[in-house]
């Protein structure tokens, strides 16, 4: 479980967007909610417009404020609180409708992100780790959801702040806006830079995050083996460095946006001091009215205060913009195997016949090794064929092809006399029923499990499923029967439990073509010899193929396929392979007469 603990390549790889810009890639996702755009911004010009008036209301109470009787000096303090009032509710409804906005766009944006990857072939998952997949589905976006539900809107609130005070400002003294407009460059500056720098620090910080999370995926989800083999200690370690390294990254975005923040607060308050000094002066001097500088001062303090709070949201907009590039990165992801434009139909219904014909094969992991050397093989409807052969001899790499996981790099594979690439992949596959040699097992019921292989099935169709790979019984002696929770990744099951239950999944498939992968591995004896009567019956009248290293479980194939370094070196049934000499009778001598297991 030990991991390089450097730079994360996703940091080095990534650098297509640098720009705020990037966000635009979440317009689809909010353009069905232009209405609610709309009230949100209805909302947002209302709290503006009534924040830019009250200035207004202040100069009136000040100027006149020994001059005007008592009635009129009411009006006035009734007036302000009515505009109170109006930006409270105008306020409200914007953080209403904001939010709302940012929750149903981050709903969408996690559904498709979800609905892209689960239907990735393996290729896709050697290059990323399914634990980063999920940082990205759930921490990115919800850095995003804070963006849209509350960043954006306060961002284009100060904006007009920004841009209405400054005419209101330019309105009111000319003179004190021109000197208040020299700052704006000494503030701009360190935005810019700063701002570039903090960029690079949060996209480094997030993908710190995805690493050190797809890192503790992996870690939790092999923990009996973590422990078995007394590696916690190294696990917290790595998983530690990971996480300081990540903190230590976040430290310097938290120093470098202090920094920015002290320098626009400092330089902006520091330009309105110098303002307000001068302002004061005229008023001495009689050119300006007291009503006038406070107005002045209220509208140079929201001006002041938009900027501030711009060069703040400008940091978590530029950490939205990372979020949203990785994001898009997996929506715009490309799939090396990809159903057709337009895919042909089959044949219904499906015989079962499989044709390789000259396939070429290598992983993409470790394209310089031959996984499958020109292999061709015919497989006739309600043939039972088994293959055989050392490990890494390429006899799981067929039953991967079969289900086009993966596309040779040479020749076809054809389903019904129909190349697989010319068909659409959840039609033919829903005529595959499959038994893989490491189980999946989810976190439900176990009556759950087995109706994973057709949702529709009845309870009465499940059992019958159960009973016929042998796990009825260990299944009603659980707890709650059928409707007993077997744990996540079927914890609270043996090896041999799991493989029953992946097996009754497949029964009740009841698809054309049975693929088994080390189906019986996990077998004792009995089991085994119960589950075996099972796949016999099941594999009557359908195309079914066996993947085994005990011979065993192969004797009674139609056919024994040998394989060896990715070819195919031998065919026929046991006793004439047996009779023939070579690799399978070598493997049989060991079973059979040593009793070694060929591994």
Known sequence: MARNTAAPNANEERQGSRKIGVLAALWPFMRPYRTLMFLATCALVLTAGVSLSLPLAVRRVVDNFRFS?????????????????????????????????????????????????????????????????????????????????SSVSIALRNMLLFGGGLILMLLTSAKLTGLVLLIVPAVVVPILVLGRRLRAISRENQDWIAASSGNAGEALGAVQTVQAFTHETASRQTFAE??????????????????????????????????????????????????????????????????AALSEIWSELQRAAGATERLVELLNATDPVVDPSAPKALAQPVRGEIRFEN???????????????????????????????????????????????????????????????????????????????????FAA????????????????????????????????????????????????????????????????????????????????????????????????????????????????ADRIVVMDQGRIVATGTHDALVAEGGLYARLARLQFTDGLAAE
């Open 445 to 556: 019921s176990a009556r759950d499990n087995i109706r994973f292989g057709r949702p529709e099935a009845s309870d009465e169709e499940v059992e019958a499923a159960a009973k016929a790979a042998a796990a009825h019984e260990f299944i009603s002696a659980l707890p709650e029967g059928y409707d007993s929770y077997v744990g996540e990744r079927g914890v609270m099951l043996s090896g041999g439990q799991k493989q029953r239950i992946a097996i009754a999944r497949a029964i009740l498939r009841d698809a054309p073509v049975l693929l088994l992968d080390e189906a019986t591995s996990a077998l004792d004896a009995e089991s085994e010899r119960l589950v075996q009567a099972a796949v016999d019956d099941l594999s009557q009248g359908r195309t079914t193929l066996i993947v085994a290293h005990r011979l065993a479980t192969v004797k009674k």
């Open 242 to 307: 990971m996480t300081e390294t990540s903190y230590d990254v976040s430290r310097k975005r938290i120093r470098t946006r202090a920094y920015l923040t002290v320098i626009v607060i400092l330089l902006v308050f520091s330009g309105i001091v110098g303002v307000l000094w001068m302002g004061a002066v005229d008023v001495r001097s009689g050119n300006m009215s007291e009503g006038s500088l406070v107005q002045f001062v209220i509208y140079a303090v929201l001006v002041a205060g938009s900027v």
């Open 69 to 149: 009787d008592t009635a009129l000096l009411n009006q006035y303090f009734l007036a302000a609180l009515g505009m109170a009032a109006l930006l409270a509710v105008g306020t409200g409804l914007r953080y209403a409708l904001v939010t709302r906005l940012g929750e149903r766009v981050v709903a969408d944006i996690r559904k498709s992100v979800f609905d892209r990857v689960i239907g990735m072939s393996p290729e896709f998952y050697e290059r990323i780790m399914t634990g980063e997949v999920l940082s990205r589905i759930t921490t990115d976006t919800t850095l995003i959801q804070s963006v849209l539900g």
């Open 359 to 441: 396939v070429m094969f290598r992983y993409p992991a470790r394209p310089d090794v031959l996984a499958l050397d020109d292999v061709s093989l015919d497989i006739q409807p309600g043939e039972t064929v088994a293959f055989v052969g050392p490990s890494g001899a390429g006899k799981t790499t067929i039953i991967q092809l079969i289900q086009r996981f993966y596309d040779p790099n040479e020749g076809t594979v054809r389903l019904d006399g129909m190349a697989l690439s010319d068909l659409q992949r959840d039609e033919f596959r829903r005529h595959i029923a499959m038994v893989p040699q490491d189980p999946v097992i």
